[in-house]
DNA sequence: ACCTGAACACCGTTCAAGT
DNA sequence: ACCTGAACACCGTTCAAGT
């Protein structure tokens, strides 16, 4: 009774797409590559997406679907924009390499409507007026995605022991600088190449945007 | 007797690819097309460029060298680093398609270097050990890129007609929401869909990245 | 040192056609 | 409604070769 009869649906190729990005990186997600893993022509795709725009619009829209927007209580607005943006980090942190995406949908996908208009509303109460609020908005949207999406390194998918011989690498080249010209950069050299992925990371990034939007009221 | 004889050096080629770039997306920049702008073999950017991504890393470090670090002052340190975050938005806003690919060249290129010591040091003057440093050094290059970089309809390079007539239809899209549901979205729509590219934009933002790291100290 | 020519394995996409 | 087959214009890249 169910439509079960067809193999194939939107649904199951974006998820096999968001597979495909987080195994192998955002340039093996191909028309024909997505085809392929699922035993059919590239030319079926086309049935189910108009072209690899819109295939990459689904899993941008799929990914801020996938916030869960915190229920709105009558805590201070700080704190409440800090679980906002807590949320849409936890949502996009599986999947870094289509977090880069993600801002292309916040104002299109329903969830990033709601998500919106929850950070606009939590603003106003900080006492923005709408159109300092709209820049706000925007751009903490956008510098969440950054803080997921921005490791450089991330950009090619590897293995654990490559990442670390990476960052290994990366940390004695920045400690052979010269340390007259370079002393704090030296210093700081492991938690330049190893912050990404960190929690500690996230977490004081994200308290940053929330103290800044405080300083600017 | 100057070495003018060869007909395309490296410099040449980047320049090019920026104007590429800038006019027609960083989807234009292809070996290919690289090699037909110059009348000359897709092979001979081989010569150059180990391979496309050599291309990319040269063009983004060319962005980064772009940046015209401020001479340190005495100032205190927040006012200096408002002025570094500037400059960095400043060299990046001629090339928005090329900057999100910025922060890969942030601790590779010389300028990187400097720049990222300096803003260290601001850092450092500012109270944060090495480690919570790195790690928000780390996140406010990747925000001043994603200011920068960030504009969803930026993607595609349009005429300015276009560009309005989009902003047009997506203002008028949001201002049809429901009312009762999206009170603030509404009356943010202009700013949420025209802020990009706009001056206040980069001011307002920028000044909550400086207060948020006067925040979290 | 700097560029060419031919070849290969990949792309996205269109169009007509099948069931 | 959903998929196939053949074809087209594009990619990046290698390898041997030219000057």
Redesign the interface.
């Known amino acids: 009774m169910a439509k079960q009869s067809q193999r194939l649906s939107r649904d199951v190729l974006i998820d096999c797409a968001m597979t495909l990005a987080d195994a192998e990186g955002l340039g093996a997600v191909t028309i024909r590559r997505l085809a392929q893993e699922n035993g059919v022509t590239p030319m079926a795709m086309y049935w189910h997406f108009n072209d690899k725009e819109a295939l990459l619009d689904a899993m941008a829209a799929h990914l801020v679907g996938a916030v869960k927007l915190p229920a709105a209580t009558d805590a201070p607005w700080d704190a409440q924009l800090r679980d906002v943006l807590d949320a849409i980090a936890v949502a996009l942190r599986p999947h870094p390499t289509v977090a880069?995406m993600a801002?292309?949908q916040v104002?299109i996908a329903e969830a990033g409507?709601e998500l919106?208009?929850r950070v606009?509303?939590l603003l106003?109460t900080a006492g923005l007026e709408?159109?300092?609020?709209?820049?706000?908005?925007?751009?903490l949207f956008?510098?969440v995605?950054?803080?997921v999406a921005?490791d450089?390194g991330q950009?090619e998918v590897a293995t654990d022991e490559d990442r670390e011989s990476r960052i290994r690498y990366?940390t004695a080249s920045?400690a052979a600088?010269p340390p007259a010209?370079?002393?704090?950069?030296i210093?700081?050299?492991?938690?330049?190449?190893s912050?990404?992925g960190?929690d500690?990371?996230f977490d004081?990034?994200l308290?940053?945007?929330?103290?800044?939007?405080?300083?600017?009221r």
Not at 130 to 139: C, M
Not at 187 to 193: E, H, Q, R, T
Request: charge should be positive; charged fraction near 20%; hydrophobic fraction near 50%.
């Open positions: 880069g801002a292309r104002l409507l919106t208009e606009l509303a106003a709408p159109r300092r609020a709209a820049e706000v908005a925007t751009f956008c510098s995605v950054a803080l921005g450089p950009r990366k920045l600088l010209r370079f002393p704090h950069l210093a700081a050299a492991p938690g330049l190449v912050c990404f960190q500690d990371f004081l990034n308290d940053l945007l929330v103290q800044g939007v405080r300083g600017i």
